[in-house]
């Protein structure tokens, strides 16, 4: 392995050491690969199969010794095609199922076959060999755990064998001990029945999956490692009531004397166990096709007028994929489909889609918004995730950070690179919060759990470095780069070295360093940045110091791009930083102002030094997305300076100049920015400049984006409040003519305090949009009647999905605010009494806290 700093003599001993263990136990022509990045992966149980090596503990200085060294699951066995006959039964959350596995034996003879089948109740089990000269069907010895079925076999099967496995069970997923899951999954059962109960008798009836990471073993039996690979054919039986779905293409139904339906799924491709899926229950099916593949939508029934527009652009984002990657859609369907109680936001199974219920929207919902972020990550990781896996949850980047980074590609396609950088620069700052508490290698092989993977590195911080890779390459390379990758690795596994390669095949180019710093090590550079000109020499002088974020010591090596901007043109170099303190000098001009790459396309935290009057420059002259935006909060978080030009008499010139800046802002290409600006200006200078006043209003008017309305109307609304009043009737007149469901919840607490009986009317008529329960939650704590409490209280017992959990503890703290506003405590009381019995232990537990905190 190369490296690029200098090497103290017993830092060079010890590597030299290092060098010639690992390379007497790896042939020169493998290369050289640093211990720490070997092939790796693991859920908590071993990953190691049916002959591997049990994980070892991490011995490195600052890894725990409770983590465990997580291997690649042995190719040992190797699965070929999984054929499942499967019913669903609701009343008693079980699933009665007849699997037959047929797998391969690898390099090496077995005498034993393990399948991962997490709390089954196995009737009869079986085993075969598919050789022309042996068919027999064989009743093996078999032992299990009720996590791993053990066959023994009577003879040894030597490699290249192929072989199948017959088992009759009964999965109970309710059975199992779950585990938190993690931030992006929160259940790991596997296999989810929604019905009707107590706490919502409307409840539709509904089963679905959840397979990642290795929860599909908790209905089927499989080798549930994602190194694995299997075409599959799903029958399943479920009331005539219920449509189906699952992967691939549906090629039979047929009606049974019981009243019952059997749906067959053929799935004609290989794929990863755990992207198997099976859904069922009373939806709306759209249908729509894109080429010659079906493209299916699965709506609740009453969402179906707005099935296309729910799912937003998915036949537009098929054809932009298929074109930029230069890879076709490789499967044989597209369907996408929202369920009940998801335990995710959603999930890419192999052309079957799931989403939360969130997804559904009204067509008032619409104007604010759709899932097409959502809609195209899940479809990018039809190519990264699902065309080509990574071979261990170590790798999670290879399918995680791909997908992050397909949104902001789709963004830059369809909207321009204004949306796409505002979602990246969203990456960077989601990466730098977790930074705060936590900083880990993006590809790492020490975790306690496979969900510990699923953070904001693997997805923020590597969408990020994707970026950085493609402007450090160019565009015609990166891209060249990823179609080679998914040719050559389709319906395969692949690790992180495995995408190094490509990438150093198509450009000629040694990239060890920047893969070694950013996808296999931790941390990040931080830049303080000094530019001064000097004037003697007529040269732009820029100054740099640079640490590690996590590594005290170490240094980046990072390609800085300088920008100067003179009156009637702009030129750019380009340095490497390397080292802690560097100088660069340029003969120029003195230029109007300069700019870096900084944040906008490296990876970093940093300190320019910029003075007021550059972010003015800045401002005014970039035409970036991140520079007008960073330029822009740092004058107006500045109010003497900025703000303060209003009131000072001598600064007349300076006021002029900043109301055209302001004017600027609020035609900016870019929502966020006249977000911000619409959001910044002081009530009680709205009050007496009638410029930037009338500007507010026609942004309250006109914009076409409805965040930015909302944004301007709660601005008018504190400037109403701060003595300047709004024109009689003009609030009511702009939620009349508003389609957007934010300006209209913008409106309530202000018509609260005039019109209390309006506002109830208006807020009563918002209950039945989801998008509204938490803006609900906050009015009816402050204003809301008794009668109000009653939509809290059936809104805390019936939602229980993903994204509702993440904001339950707030819905709760003003719930207790309503409460005790009403002198409802004994109410009160009492709801928690019965919340302490809700399905969901999470809510149980929450329900108990505020209990207690309550008495």
Not at 111 to 133: C, M, N, P, Y
Not at 296 to 319: C, G, S, W
Not at 405 to 420: D, S
Request: aromatic share 12%; charged share 25%; with cysteine.
């Amino acid at each position: 392995m190369r490296t690029h700093r200098t090497l103290s003599l017993p830092s060079f001993l010890l590597l030299l050491l290092l060098t010639l263990v690992w390379g007497a136990c790896r042939p020169l022509s493998q290369g050289l690969r640093s211990p720490s990045v070997a092939r790796t992966t693991g859920p908590a149980r071993s990953e190691t199969g049916n002959a591997g090596l049990q994980p070892a503990k991490d011995t490195s200085a600052d890894a725990p010794w409770t983590t465990l060294y997580r291997a690649s699951r042995s190719l040992d066995v190797r699965l070929i095609h999984t054929r499942l006959e499967l019913r669903p039964l609701f009343e008693s959350a079980q699933l009665r199922g007849k699997a037959w596995i047929e797998a391969a034996v690898g390099f090496y003879p077995v005498q034993q076959v393990k399948l991962d089948a997490q709390g089954f109740e196995i009737h009869h089990l079986s085993f075969r060999t598919l050789d022309a000269d042996s068919t027999r069907t064989l009743q093996p010895l078999y032992t299990y755990d009720r996590q791993v079925v053990t066959v023994n076999l009577p003879r040894r099967l030597e490699p290249g064998t192929r072989f199948e496995v017959h088992m009759e069970y009964t999965a109970s997923p309710d059975s199992l001990k779950a585990g938190p899951g993690s931030a992006a999954i929160q259940g790991e059962k596997g296999l989810y029945f929604i019905r009707p109960d107590s706490v919502n008798p409307d409840k539709p009836w509904q089963v679905w999956t959840q397979g990642e990471t290795d929860h599909n073993s908790c209905w089927f039996p499989t080798i549930d490692a994602p190194n694995q690979k299997t075409t599959q054919h799903i029958a399943l039986t479920v009331d005539t009531s219920m449509v189906t779905l699952s992967n691939g293409l549906m090629t039979s139904s047929r009606l049974n004397a019981d009243g019952t339906r059997t749906d067959v799924w053929e799935h004609r491709l290989p794929h990863a166990p755990y992207l198997a899926m099976i859904a069922a229950g009373r939806f709306a099916v759209v249908k729509d096709r894109w080429r010659s593949i079906p493209v299916h939508y699965y709506v609740e029934p009453r969402y179906a007028p707005q099935a296309e527009r729910i799912f937003h652009r998915t036949k537009d984002m098929l054809t932009y994929y298929s074109q930029k990657l230069g890879v076709d859609y490789p499967w044989s369907s597209y369907h996408q489909i929202a369920v009940r109680d998801f335990v995710s936001g959603a999930m890419e199974n192999t052309g079957a889609v799931v989403f939360g219920q969130w997804a559904q929207r009204s067509d008032r919902e619409l104007v604010d918004g759709s899932a097409e972020g959502t809609v195209a990550h899940e479809m990018f990781h039809h190519w990264f995730g699902d065309l080509v896996t990574c071979e261990s949850w170590s790798n999670l980047s290879l399918n995680e950070s791909f997908a992050t980074y397909g949104t902001p590609l789709w963004y830059e396609h369809a909207y321009g690179p204004e949306e796409a950088d505002a979602a990246l620069e969203g990456n960077l700052r989601d990466y730098l919060a977790e930074s705060k508490r936590k900083q880990v290698d993006l590809i790492r092989y020490y975790y306690e759990n496979n969900e510990d993977m699923f953070d904001r590195h693997s997805y923020a911080k590597g969408a990020r470095i994707l970026h950085m890779l493609r402007n450090e390459i160019g565009d015609r390379a990166f891209f060249e780069s990823i179609r080679l990758y998914l040719t050559r690795f389709s319906y395969k596994s692949a690790e992180i070295h495995d995408f190094r390669l490509i990438c150093e095949e198509v450009t000629g180019r040694d990239l060890q360093i920047f893969f070694n710093q950013w996808f296999l090590s931790k941390g990040h550079p931080i830049v303080d940045m000094n530019y001064r000109y000097d004037s003697l020499n007529k040269q732009c002088v820029f100054e740099f110091r640079q640490k590690h974020s996590a590594l005290p010591g170490r240094t980046f090596r990072l390609p800085v791009q300088l920008e100067f901007y003179f009156f009637d043109s702009s030129t750019a170099r380009t340095v490497v930083l390397d080292r802690e303190v560097q100088e660069f000098r340029f003969d120029f001009p003195r230029p109007v102002w300069t700019g870096h790459n900084l944040g906008r396309i490296l990876l970093c935290e940093y300190n320019d030094g910029r003075t007021f009057d550059e972010f003015v420059q800045q401002f005014k002259g970039s035409p970036f997305y991140y520079d007008r935006k960073r330029a822009l909060e740092a004058l107006v978080q500045n109010p003497q300076r900025f703000w303060g030009a209003w009131t000072d008499p001598a600064r007349t010139t300076d006021a002029v100049a900043y109301q055209d800046l302001i004017a600027r802002a609020f035609r900016d290409p870019s929502p966020v920015i006249r977000g911000i600006v619409a959001d910044a200006i002081p009530a009680s200078l709205l009050k007496q400049d009638v410029l930037l006043y009338g500007l507010l209003v026609r942004t309250a008017e006109k914009d076409i984006r409805s965040q930015v309305r909302q944004k301007a109307l709660l601005k008018l609304i504190e400037t109403a409040d701060s003595g300047k009043a709004l024109p009689a009737g003009w609030l009511e007149q702009k939620i009349a003519t508003d389609s957007s469901l934010l300006v209209t919840a913008a409106a309530l607490r202000p018509i609260a305090k005039t019109n209390p009986n309006q506002a109830e009317e208006i807020a009563k008529a918002l209950e039945n949009e989801n998008s509204m329960v938490g803006t609900l939650f906050g009015f009816y704590a402050d204003f809301g009647q008794e009668k109000s409490l009653q939509y809290l209280e059936k809104s805390l017992m019936q939602l229980r999905d993903s994204r509702s959990l993440r904001q339950y503890p707030t819905w709760l703290k003003d719930y207790n605010r309503a409460i005790l506003r009403l002198n409802q405590k004994e109410r009160g009381l009492t709801f928690y009494e019965k919340l302490k019995h809700h399905p969901s232990a999470r809510i149980r537990t929450l329900a108990a806290e505020n209990l207690s905190g309550l008495r």
